[in-house]
């Protein structure tokens, strides 16, 4: 299983970016996939997340309302709009993914630890 990030950039305070997460390898088992980020001097943190299964999504609290994770099957893709963008959002994002267990949910899934495998990351930037 692959993943591989694209979208990051420079954007000013209240503005939007979409990253996008290309995925491949995957198999049609139930995965979470999973938006992550790190920020300097910061461990890292969950910060949305969407089962393939049956397409539950898990956010969280800070991102509510703001970001939005879908996933596009055909394309093998998913995406993390970020609108309202704050400089607090400053980090670089990690697409990463693992199976599902049976009987856990995504909302438990959803931290850095469950996660075997991970892309490189990419860098968003939010000035004031």
């Known amino acids: 299983e692959q993943l591989v990030e694209s979208g990051g950039g420079l954007v000013h305070s209240g503005g939007s970016l979409k990253l996008t997460c290309s995925l491949s390898?995957?198999?049609?088992?139930?995965?979470?996939i999973g938006w992550f980020r790190q920020a300097p001097g910061k461990e890292r943190e969950e910060v949305s997340c969407i089962s393939t299964g049956d397409e539950t999504t898990y956010y969280i609290e800070h991102v509510k309302g703001r970001f939005t994770i879908s996933r596009d099957k055909a394309k093998n893709v998913v995406y993390l709009q970020m609108n309202n963008l704050k400089p607090e959002d400053t980090a670089i994002y990690f697409c990463?993914?693992?199976?599902?267990?049976?009987?856990?949910?995504?909302?438990?899934?959803?931290?850095?630890?469950?996660?075997?495998?991970w892309g490189q990351g990419t860098p968003v930037t939010v000035t004031a």
């Open positions: 390898g995957f198999t049609e088992d139930d995965y979470n």
């Open positions: 990463a993914s693992d199976r599902i267990p049976v009987g856990i949910t995504v909302q438990i899934m959803c931290t850095p630890r469950y996660q075997q495998f």
